[in-house]
Every structure is written in C-alpha cells, then in structure tokens.
C-alpha cells in the first residue's frame, strides 16, 4: 500500500496548501489541528496523572505504618481528595478525550473534528481548571472532602474556607469542557464518517466514545446541578443542602451519584474501546461478536443511570428501593460480561502475536475481571453495607478504574506510539514496564481488599497499631513504590522512543482501521483522498484500500478546493457535500482564557470582574459565531 | 448449606485470608453475631464465585496466548461463544446471587423485638454520644450491650454526615444530618468489639473509633446500675475541674459541670480509651491528653489546657476515680 | 462547484446541501444536556418538596398569584410563534420579514423580562432565597430560567444583526433555525416552571 501512485501524490501536494498553519509559538497557540490538540490532551492528562500520583505516593507513605507522621490530617484530607477528583476528573475523562480527538477523525476517514475550534477551547478550558485545582495544594486551599465532597461536611457551616469554591467552581469551569468534547464527538461520527461508513462499520472504540459522549451529555447536568446549589449554599446562603430550613444532605448524593456512577462507565467504556481496537490487530482477526459488543456498550451507557442508589445503600433508604437498585446493579455487569468474552473468543479463535500493546490488552481482561467480580459484590445489598466505604471498595475501583482505565490507555499509547510521534517504542523495555507495573499493581490494590474485610475504613489519615491492619497497609505501600517504578518505566520508554526511536512505518502492526491508512504521523489533512469504505476493517480490504489511492478519478472525495471535509449521513455513510472547516484561530484561546478569568473572579468574590470577563468570554463567542461569507442568492 | 460448602472450599483456597481473620482485627469474617456471620457466609460464598470466574478468565487469557497456531487465524463470527459464556452463564450466577442477597437483607431488618435495648447514638466532629435512654444515662465511645439481646440503635448526627460501623456486629448504617436511623444487632458471644466512623467526616475521620463491649446479662445489669448513678468522688480535683475550663464543654452528673460540647465525663474514668480510640486510658496518658489533645488528635476541637503541673495532676486523678 | 456536482444528485445543485450540518446536531445536544440540567433543578425542587411533610409554600408564604406568570408565559409563547414565523420567511428568502420578525421575538422576551422583574420585585418584600428552601428553590430556578431568556435574547439579537448585515437568504438560513430550537427549548421549559411552581402548589 506503500506505493504512493502519481494521482495521489499530486491530490496531496493539492490538499496539503489548503491545510497549513503556522509555525512556531502563534501556530502552538492557535492550533485547531485534532491531531495536536489530541496530542495536547494527552501530555497534559499524563502530566496531572502524574500529579495526582505523587499524591498517592505520598499517602501510602503516610500509610505504612501506625500513628505516622508524615503528613498532617488536613493535609492527607486534601491529597485524597485532590486524588481522587483530578484522577476522575483531570487524568481519566480528559485522557480518553485526547485519544478520541486524535483517533477520531482518523479511524473515520475524514479530516478534522466537526467543531475544530470548539476542540482546541475545550483543552484550554481542561488545561486552566487543572491550573485552578492543582495550583491550589501549595496555597492549603484544595478541595478537602472528598471528590464526592459529601453535605454539611462541604456546606458553608463545616467549610468556611476557599477549598470547597475551588472544587464547585473548578467543576463547573471543567464541564463546560467536557460537554463541548461530547457534543464534538457525537457529531463527529454522525456527519463526518468516510462515505460507505454505515452504523455497523463503525470501530467499536468510535462506538464506544460515544455512548460515552452522550452519557456526558446526561450526566452531567446532575453534577452541575449538584455543583451550582452548593455554590449558592456557600456563597449565597439559599439552603438546598441544608436541612435546618427544609433542605436536604441526601439530595448532594442523589444529584452526586446520578453522575457519579455513569461517570464510571463514561472513563471504563472507551478504555474497553482501546482493547478491542488492540485486540483484533494483534488476534490477527476481526473481533468477534462486533453486534453484541456494540450492544453491550450502549446497553451499558442506558442501564449505568438507574444504578446510583448502590452508593447510597447505607444511608438509610426504604428496602424496596434497595432491592430494585440492586437489581440493577447486577444487570449492568452482563455487558462487561459479553465484552470480556468478545475478546477472549477474539483471541481463542485468532493467533496472539504478544507486542507490547497486546500485553497491556491481556493483563487488563485479567486485572478488570477481578475489578468485575467485586463490582458484583456491591450490588448484593448486605455485603455492600459492609465493606462500602473501606478499603475493600478502594481496591475494587482501583481494580476497575486502574486496571480497566489505566492499563488499556498505556496500551494505547504504545499501541497508537507509532501513529502519535513516527517512532517505534522498545518492545524490550515495554515487557519490563508492563510486569513492574502489573506486579506493583496488584501488590498495592490485592491487599486492600483484605484491608477492608478486616474492617478497616477508608479516608483515613492514620490507624492503630495492634489490630491486624499493619502488614496489609506496609504490602500496599511497597506495592505503590513498585507500582511508581512501572509508571516511571513506561514513561521512559516512550519518552525514549520519542526521541530517539527508530522511525515508525504508516502501519507497523498490521492495523485494522482508517488510522493506519495516513502517514505516521499524519499529515495535517490526514487523508489526501478521503477513502470509501467497504468493511468493519477497511486496512484489510482490498476495495477500502484501493479507494484511498484513487485521486484523479475521485475528485469528490480530494476536496481540494478549500479547508474541506466530506459531509456524509448519519446512519448510512452517504456522501452529502464538502463542509467548510474553519482554520488556526485565535479565538479559543481568548474564550478559554476569559471565562477562567471569570470564575477566578468568582473565586476571590469579586463579582464585577466576573461580570467584566463574563461579557468578554461572550465578545469573543460573537466574534467567533459571526457568518464569515454573505448570503448568496 | 451449599453456601458454606462452597465458603469452606473457598477458604480453603485463601490460606492468608483464614489466617489473617484469627490476628485479632475487627474482622468481618470473625463475626460476634447472627447478622455479620449472615454477611461473613455470603462473602465467603461470593469469594468463590469470584475465583472461579477469575481463573476461568485468566486460563483463558493465557492459553490464548500460549497457543502458537501455525495456521491464519480463523473467521467465524464467534456469537454463539460469546453469548453462552458471556451471556447465559453469567445471567443464570448473576440470578442466584441476587436472590441470595435478597434473602440476607432480611438478617438486618427490624427484627420487631419488643424486649430490644434501645441505644441512642448521636455522633459528633469526632467522637460519639452515646445515650441510654430506658436508664436516663449518657456516655460516650463505649457501648456495653448484653449478648444475646437485640439491639436497637437509633443513629443522629449533630454536625456533618457519619456512619456507624461494627464489622464483627453489624453492617454500616450512616449517620445523616437531619434524619434519624434506625439499626438493630445482636452480639451472640461475649467480648470488645471495635468499630470505626465509616464516612468521611472532616479533619479527624481517621480517630473516630469506638468500642462495644458486648457480656453477659448479669455483668450489663451491674454496668447499666452503675452508670445511672451521678459521680460521688470529691475532693481538690472535683473543685479544680468546676473551675477550670473543663466544665464549660464536658458534664460530670451530680457536680456543677455541664457543659454539652464534649463527652460526657461522670464516669470517664471505666473506660478503655481515650479520645475516641486514640490513647488508651490509662492514668498517665489521660494526664497527657488534658495537657493537650492537640498532640494526639490535631484539630480536634479540645484546646490544649494551661494548667499548673499541680492542677492537672489532681484533676487526672479526680477523673480517674470516675469509674 | 465541481466537488457538489459529483457528489450529491442534480436536483441538490438548485440548494444548500441535503442533511442536517454538524451545528445543527451540536445544538440539539446542547438542548439536551441544558434540558437535563432544567430537569435536575425540577427534580430537587419536587424531592425537596415532598420530604415536606408541612404545607407547600411552607407557612408565611402565600401561594402564587398567577395573573404575572400567566402573561409571561402569553409573552413567551407568542415570540416562539414571531420565531416561527422569522424561520420560514427566510427559507423563503423574505429578508424583512426575517428581521421583523426576530425583532418582534426579542420584543416580546424582553418583556417577558421585565414583567419577571416586577414580580421579582413583589416577591422580595414576601420573601427571598435566604428565607428557606422554598425561596432558594423559587428564585434559584425562576433566576436560571431567566438569564437563558437573556442569552436567547443575545442569541436572537445577534441573529437579527446579522440578518441586517445581510448574511441570511434562500440557502443560507441554518443559524436562524438554530437559534430557534434554543429560543423554543426556553420557552419549553418556562412552561415546564409554570407547571411545578406556580400551577402545582394550587392543585
């Protein structure tokens, strides 16, 4: 496929004029490019994983031995809270965005997201409310209770202080960003798919991300529901929270848990994505069952929002209700079920070459499995009440949000290394990784469970000696070291391959989807032709590939004409018109820049200069919105 | 019962976590009534599923990639597999399970005992009242039950959020601002069982503990008297505590200190511990906390106090009289 | 253009092209998620309402008169319908009409406004949001309610001056229909609080 015919190479030169921006730092900060914002996205993920992760270092370290003193209580309270918020918040959603924005477009065969600008404002507004959490640690001004900051604790009588403004308004400023990515997203793969691109050749990661992106559209509003009261309460004085004049504490968990638990899958479902774009690659086959697994996933997505009340099962609600959320909470672990199955039966039936991205797949079935089958246990009503909020809970989502979040995204990083820099990653030092952080992983989180059983709560800054917790805590500490030893490995691999890693081919494993069609990296128009597709995996069908090398006799589909892109239907594929893309701009970095202006306005209570960059947020909207060509006709 | 079939297998497999149940630890799995070993058998029986499950998977898992197969890998779609093993089967464990969990929530409904002992537990930023109401007492961070009695707890918060947590007894139940709670336990073997705050509730949720001391009936009717009974002893450190700052928070019943901030103290000085499970009790150490409790317990809310070394001496000794 | 020509069928030639745009699904989703979050508020307010076990309004307040929030809603109603009427007269390339009508649909929710802030007006000397829940959930949704009818003002007014600038015909008329599914939405869920805070505490 290598073979760059005459045709192309000049459809290329064509559309490469129309693709341009600038160099240097005006082209770094007006980048509309999803390929750089992807990118973007990634690194400043990565960067508050790291963060987040030193967090956890630091409390394990607490936690190694009774009555430590490493820390100071309100100190630990705001390192686990910050944990735990920017981990949710800052590393996994944004992290699973940025492989999105970079995939997206490729994976469909197209040139860009539907909204590029809309795209690179988002980051902006990711990249400053990380600002605003993390850069409040150093100031003891952190949110600090909890990421799920629970009434009266966080109301305005028990937290007087800034931390808990710092965490409605650094929330309320961050959904604005995932709500534009979700709304991009979806209409991304509803307008922008390759033509021939019907619902049932779509990859299951472009599947997968959107439930997703429209579990973020619902979900969501609760928590900013939620968020906005408690601003309110706090600032205001209304009394939504507080029960003295008729308010509720139970009503912040409702709204809380109403996103929080989608919120589980919103992270799980695209990093279940990344593993069966892994999976059939190196099974060296189709994934097997692709109907149900797409079924699954969106079954998924609907059946996540009747679940929240297994967070709550020890608040004291009526039974009745217990036992319908408990039902429900067992039947949203028969989708997992089939996916774990698709891609066993995937693997069974195919022949695993074990790369370095494969191992991540396969270490994660078995991590996420085991995160499963306690997940199982929490829907079972009594055995909730009593290992909910201890330790046993903290190892089960570790094991589901580590194990099936964070294994499959170092996957895909080594999986999709070669796309992102043009390098290839040592397939040596990614086996080293792979087992010093499998081993670490398990020796931090497998001992939790007992840590739990053995009643030992969690959020807690310190414990006794004497009753049995020792040796458990002292396993989980040395586990986190070994764990942060794999993370430093899998950093310095890639880090090395970026930057001295022999040169990546366009597709150097065997690749399924569009992606492996462009360059590595890709050009900034991805495609010089958009190709046609005939199949689930068109990089192994002829026609499919053939299409993307056809350039003079598919001018349609070069679209050299302009900042073009291919405008196709929604549930067939068929071509509709070129859509204009709007180019480099200024404008989101202004609108990002103005509205955190305003919410740090809000923050230090000053409400005129929140007015003041509140209307220059919307000066810069109406620029932004201005019809640029006159009416025609 | 097939559940303790399969729990006793599934023991069998966890040598670490058998062991680890005897070390004394208020453990789930070495539970002190009929409600916590309902839920010790249903782990037990869920652990077992979950084992299998695992190992099914994780053999899988590497006998797929174990298997070097010369031939190109194959085409078929794979359905059927996927919908036996990741659908039929797991549906039918799923059923069974929940119907399982269906049946042991009836361990903790109100068993509608009318010979149940009430116990009203009030918690605070961080430590736990504890009213006897029937006996017109109040103490705090300890709960004497009488084994094989049920229990009635009636949980309220006076500040933030709570949850009250007894592994070896009883399941969680929260503490909610504005609501009241109701719970009910039996302790059927005699013994300290010690349970912790289980929801995060500020500074010091990690020093939140407390402690039941479930005996026999004969020993709870002595405790019960003696409890109803205001404090008797006196001397130079009733007088120095009455004019100290200590009777602005903390009440001793039969002298003039009233206050309602902290513990009630008219008979500190029977209980284990101090500080609620931060420092045992013993003469020395409750000398050091009323010197300052700031150094054990940071943020809680007793300030450290100004007293000559002749003042605290006389009212540690006062306190640990209280008995 | 050559590009449409091969594409898409002859007859598509003679307007914009066929199918929904990008623009038109992002604001349909964002509809849905700010309806989500109009529902969430809704949802707090019945919660809050029925773990009152006392009257609703609680005692003190009197229960809502109903003459201004009946003529908010006339006011609201009838711009959607000038907001109709503006769409179709530009896909029949009626550029006055179009501004006439966004014109008379920014009249109407401007009054809407203001007979908003005169009831506020009343309302305060009754009671505010620090009065109890009750007042934290009247003005809190109503006020809420009211800056979107703001921003759907900014919306249409940006319409209309871009409609004056000419940028609106025949086949280039999208931003105007969906602006209306923003200015619709509004309307939609200021019948949806007439509903839960004036009408149902008379029921």
Known sequence: METVTGARASAAERVARRWQEPPGLRGFLTTVDHKRVGRRY????????????????????????????????????????????????????????????????????????????????????????????????????????????????????????????????????????????????????????????????????????????????????????????????????????????????????????????????????????????????????????????????????????????????????????????????????????????????????????????????????????????????????????????????????????FGGAVFPIIGGLFHWWPKLTGTMTSERAGRWAFWLTFAGFNLTFLPMHVSGLLGMPRRVYTFPSGIGWEPWAMAATIGAYLLTAGLLVVLGTLWYAHRRGPVAPADPWGGETLEWAAASPPKPYNFAVIPTVHSLHPMWDERSRASLAEGATSEARVLADGHLVLRTSELDGEPEGPLEMPEHSWLPLAGAGSLFLAVAALLFDRPGFAVAFGVATALVLIRWLWPREAARA | MAATKIGRTAAACAPLLAASCSAGAPSALSPGGPGAARVAGLWWLLFGIAVVVCVVVTVLVLWAVARRRDATAGTASGRRFVVVWGLAVPAVILTFTYLTGLDAMRAFEDPRDPKALTVEVTGHQWWWEVRYPASHFTTANEIHVPVGRTVHVRLRTADVNHSFWVPQLTVKTDLVAGRVNDMWFTANRPGLFRGQCAEYCGTQHGRMALHIVAEPDAAFTAWLARQSRPATAAGEGRQVFEAASCASCHTVAGTSAAGKQGPDLTHVGGRRFLGAGTLHNTPADLAAWIANAQAYKPGNRMPPQPLAPEQLRVITAYLDSLE | MTTIDEITEPEALSSAPKGRTPSWWGMVLFVATEATLFACLLASYFYLRFLTSAEWPPPGIKKPELAKPLAMTGLLLTSSVWMVWADWAIRHDRRWLLRGMLALTMLFGAAFLGVQISEYATKLSEFTWTTNTYGSLFYVITGFHGTHVFTGLLMVGFTLVAALAGKFGRTHHERVRIVSFYWHFVDGVWLAILFSLYLSPRL
């Open chain 1, 42 to 401: 990634l690194v400043t993920a990565g960067v508050y994983f790291t963060l987040a992760g030193l967090e956890a270092v630091v409390m394990r370290t607490q936690l190694i031995a009774p009555d430590a003193g490493v820390v100071a209580p309100q100190t630990y309270n705001q390192l686990f809270s910050l944990h735990g918020t920017a981990m949710i918040f800052l590393f996994a959603t944004p992290m699973l965005f940025g492989f999105g924005n970079f995939l997206f477009p490729l994976m469909l065969g197209t040139r860009d997201m539907a909204f590029p600008r809309l795209n690179a404002f988002g980051y902006w507004v990711f990249a400053l409310a990380g600002v605003l959490l993390f850069g409040s640690l150093p100031f003891g001004a952190a949110p600090d209770g909890g990421w799920f900051a629970y009434v009266p604790l966080t109301g305005p009588r028990f937290a007087p202080g800034p931390n808990l403004d710092v965490y409605t308004l650094g929330l309320l400023f961050l959904g604005v960003s995932t709500t534009a990515g979700a709304i991009n997203f979806i209409s991304t793969a509803l307008k922008l798919r390759a033509p021939g691109m019907t619902l049932n050749r779509v990859p299951v990661f472009v599947w997968a991300l959107v439930v997703t992106s429209f579990m973020v559209v619902f979900a969501l509003p609760p928590l900013n529901t939620a968020n906005f009261l408690l601003f309110l309460d706090r600032r205001f004085g209304t009394h939504f929270f507080n029960p003295a004049a008729g308010g509720d504490a139970v009503l912040w968990q409702h709204l809380f848990w109403l996103f929080g638990h989608p919120d589980v899958y919103i992270i799980v479902l695209p990093a279940l994505g990344i593993v069966s774009s892994i999976v059939p690659v190196f099974a060296r086959r189709p994934i097997a069952a692709y109907s149900l697994i797409v079924l699954a996933t969106v079954a998924t997505g609907v059946i996540s929002f009747g679940v929240w009340v297994h967070h709550m099962f020890a608040v004291g609600l009526p039974q009745l209700s217990l036992t319908f959320f408990s039902a429900a909470s067992i039947v949203v672990s028969i989708p997992a079920g089939i996916q774990v199955f698709s891609w066993l039966a995937t693997m069974l039936m195919g022949r695993v070459v074990l790369k370095t991205p494969m191992l991540w797949a396969a270490g994660f079935i078995v991590v996420f499995t085991m995160g499963g089958v306690t997940g199982v246990m929490f829907a079972v009503v009594p055995f909730d009440q009593q290992v909910t909020d201890s330790y046993f809970v903290v190892a089960h989502f570790h094991y589901v949000l």
